[in-house]
């Protein structure tokens, strides 16, 4: 996709009216567009019409048909949206947001902390509430928040295949769409630990109104919190340093009374694998989430 976003600019560039004409054209007459599991070719569609007019290309009858153009695909992508949020609404549970994953994306061969169209997908769902510009400093060790990607997230799900007896703990939950997709998504439990209070109320705030019961979140440091309910724990490099060092302390000791798994991604996931009590790969990619067991 890059490539092309490369050839449409220089393009563009050498045949101004001819780049937005013959991309029109093109899109316009690609019915395949109008299918719900066309929603990668509509990402990829918009985001050449946003190149093409952040160009300034085109006369003012072309830029009127890709404005047009963009609105439609914008509105397929939030009908979809709207379908899949309101079955969560009302109960249904998140089988059609598994199914999309499952039809739409391959989690093995997208390896990359990137985003993708599944997490616009997932975005128009879950639709968090913003959570405002009054986010603290952070703390030494501490790391800056993103959210997992999503095609990581669901390939998690099938991988751990949990039920109803799971709890998941996701320490450094952020704005909490591990949580939220695991209860969404299956039986189990799920609890976000969040030290930034905007992104908790935002979470719960989300929760609340998908009637994700099983979803909780609470504004506290991951070295204070209680981890004896935990069957998994998950950990996208929220710190490092000391106090990486502590939570897997006082993980490893929730080891020695029952089976967990700790799961990983990014950087941290080199020291986990490195601990004596969890058995894994001894050299799990660090862009994938990995998946470690206790001994």
Same mark, same amino acid.
Do not use: M
């Given at each position: 996709m890059a490539d092309r976003n490369i050839e449409l600019e220089l393009f563009a560039r050498s045949h101004p009216t001819t780049a937005l004409q013959g991309l029109l054209e093109q899109l316009e007459g690609d019915r395949a567009l109008l299918e719900p599991e066309a929603l990668p070719a509509r990402s990829r569609a918009l985001d050449g019409l946003e190149r093409a007019l952040g160009l300034d290309v085109g006369d003012d009858a072309e830029r009127a048909r890709a404005d047009a153009l963009r609105g439609w695909l914008e509105a397929l992508d939030r009908a979809l949206c709207d379908g899949l949020r309101e079955d969560l609404r009302r109960g249904g549970g998140g089988a059609g947001l598994l199914d999309w994953a499952a039809r739409c994306f391959i989690a093995e061969t997208e390896t990359g902390e990137h985003y993708d169209p599944l997490d616009e997908l997932v975005s128009g769902v879950l639709r968090l509430p913003a959570p405002g510009d009054e986010i603290g400093a952070l703390a030494e060790e501490m790391v800056f928040y993103q959210?997992?990607?999503? #095609?990581? &997230?669901?390939?998690? *799900? =099938?991988?751990?295949?949990? @039920?109803?007896? !799971?709890? &998941? $703990? !996701?320490? /450094?939950?952020?704005l909490g769409h591990v949580p939220l997709l695991v209860a969404a998504c299956t039986e189990a439990r799920a609890h976000g630990v969040e030290i930034e209070p905007a992104y908790v109320a935002s979470a719960q705030a989300c929760a609340a109104?998908? /009637? $994700? =019961? #099983?979803?909780?979140?609470? @504004?506290? !440091?991951? =070295?204070?919190? !209680? *981890? /004896?309910?935990a069957t998994v724990f %998950? *950990? %996208?490099?929220?710190?490092? /340093?000391?106090?990486? #060092?502590? &939570?897997l302390d006082a993980i490893a000791q929730q080891a020695r009374s029952r089976a967990i798994r700790v799961c990983t991604l990014g950087p941290c996931t080199a020291v986990v694998a490195a601990e004596p009590w969890l058995a894994g790969d001894a050299r799990p990619p660090s862009d994938r989430i990995a998946v470690f067991r206790s001994r």
């Open positions: 959210p997992t990607p999503a #095609r990581h &997230v669901f390939d998690l *799900l =099938r991988r751990l295949s949990l @039920c109803a007896d !799971d709890v &998941v $703990l !996701d320490l /450094g939950a952020g109104e998908l /009637g $994700l =019961r #099983r979803a909780t979140f609470a @504004c506290a !440091d991951a =070295r204070a919190v !209680d *981890l /004896g309910q %998950y *950990l %996208y490099t929220p710190f490092t /340093g000391a106090i990486l #060092r502590q &939570v």
